[in-house]
Nanobody, 123 residues
Framework: QVQVVESGGGLVQAGGSLRLSCVAS????????MGWFRQAPGKEREFVAT????????DSADSVKGRFTISKDVSKNTVYLQMNNLKPEDTATYYC????????????????WGQGTQVTVSV
């Protein structure tokens, strides 16, 4: 089992920045990728970014490319999501998740989920 806990959400004005953190614990050696997803009220959960646990490979959704950056510190079992130039449409609950396989862009692949952290971007 892998446990993940997110932190770092909050309220920010449009154009501002936030950094989310996600700490993994348990059987972290089994992790293939760590990902960030988000879900806004009335919408489906959508992929934001993902990063390979054992290499430098990472990917992000087109809607956040150039604004959001995913990174990791394996020594701390922590994944980060740096969010810059936030827009009101980024408002959502952000979830961190861990997967042991592929494909890495779909929520169904991820077996271990955090409780979510709220990000609210005001105009």
């Amino acid at each position: 089992q892998v446990q993940v806990v997110e932190s770092g959400g909050g309220l920010v004005q449009a154009g501002g920045s936030l950094r989310l953190s996600c700490v993994a614990s348990g059987r972290t050696a089994a992790i293939y990728v760590m990902g960030w997803f988000r879900q806004a009220p009335g919408k489906e959960r959508e992929f934001v970014a993902t990063i390979h646990w054992s290499s430098d490979w990472a990917d992000s959704a087109d809607s956040v490319k150039g604004r959001f950056t995913i990174s990791k510190d394996v020594s701390k079992n922590t994944v980060y999501l740096q969010m810059n130039n936030l827009k009101p449409e980024d408002t959502a609950t952000y979830y961190c998740a861990a997967a042991r396989g592929t494909p890495v862009w779909t929520a169904e692949t991820y077996e271990y989920w955090g409780q979510g952290t709220q990000v609210t971007v005001s105009v």
